[in-house]
């Protein structure tokens, strides 16, 4: 969840500093706009909540929050221009991208809301580069979205996590159960009379929902033998969780407990490692790793 001092705290002890990395400026701003938005939010049926759970449909494509065009455009403005306070150099990633004003009709935000990944849709239909958006363009408008996201789907979590029964097993959900997004991290917890258990973080809406934990997080393949982690030596707290079935590495965090973790802070932070395994598989290196 979004919560200004815990960010500035986790900031803080992982030594960034929002006022020089964008990073860490989008997400220490995203946390300070979220108290001065007012979107008005769903209330979903039991049916619709186990539809979600069991992968039927999302959450926001039954009934997601509503939000005011004005407001957005201030959000997006305010996120943009944290990210460039932080570095001067981020306004280059801005050219050619389209107004905030002009992109962000109701129409689209509606459509937003429903489905946050049709904005790659939206870019292309405008013939923007879609590659060069990704620089800051998208992070920039994800994290507007998040900021009127983040109470629903933390409300939404609470309610899949109270529905799921504990003993009767079903396929967990590799998209997001309540934005349909793709799974940005994966943690592993241990708890007191479960064991460990594993969930999977949406960082576009802020949701979180259990996950088997031998099971690749974005193709689905439980064939252990498709399955390892991988980390850097000195680090075995963030680990890549790869699959050979798809070629997928899904950043995982291990040893969580939820006072210190924020998805986006730590899935963040596995950049390095992503970098080094990305090298080491186009050196055809064998990674160290353990099954
Ligand atoms: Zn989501
Ligand atoms: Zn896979």
């Known amino acids: 969840m979004l919560n200004l001092k815990r960010i500035e705290r986790l900031l803080a002890e992982n030594n960034i500093n929002p006022k020089t990395v964008p990073y860490g400026a989008l997400l220490h701003a995203a946390a300070a706009l979220k108290s001065t938005v007012h ?7 039991r049916e619709e909540l186990l ?5 039927k449909k999302p959450l926001f494509a039954m009934q997601s929050v509503k939000i005011d065009p004005q407001e957005f455009v201030r959000v997006f403005e305010a996120l943009r221009t944290a990210a460039v306070d932080a570095m001067p150099s981020m306004a280059e990633k801005l050219e050619g991208m389209p107004g905030a004003q002009d992109f ?3 129409e689209r935000l509606d459509a937003l809301c429903a489905n946050p990944e049709a904005i790659w849709e939206m870019l ?6 879609v590659e060069a958006a990704t620089e800051l363009f998208v992070p920039v408008a994800i994290f507007a979205l998040r900021v009127f996201f983040d109470d629903a789907a933390s409300r939404a979590s609470d309610a899949l996590d109270r529905l799921e029964p504990d003993t009767v097993h079903f396929e967990r959900s590799l998209k997001c159960p309540v934005c349909g997004a793709t799974a940005a991290v994966g943690a592993v917890q241990s708890t007191q009379n479960r064991g460990n258990i594993k969930r999977l973080y949406c960082t576009c809406c802020g949701a979180h929902w259990r996950f088997e934990r031998i099971r690749c997080a974005l193709c689905g393949d439980e064939a252990v033998s498709d399955l390892q982690y991988v980390h850097l030596q000195g680090d075995d707290k963030h680990r890549l969780h790869v699959c050979a079935n798809c070629g997928g590495a899904m950043p995982t965090i291990f040893g969580v407990d939820e006072d210190n973790f924020d998805p986006n802070l730590e899935h963040w932070r596995c ?4 970098a080094a395994y990305a090298d080491m598989q186009s050196e055809q290196q064998k990674p160290a790793g353990n099954a």
């Open 51 to 55: 539809d979600a759970l069991h992968s």
């Open 39 to 45: 979107p008005s939010e769903p209330e979903w049926s």
């Open 104 to 106: 962000f009709t109701q």
């Open 124 to 129: 292309e239909k405008d013939g923007v580069d």
């Open 271 to 274: 950049g390095e490692l992503m």
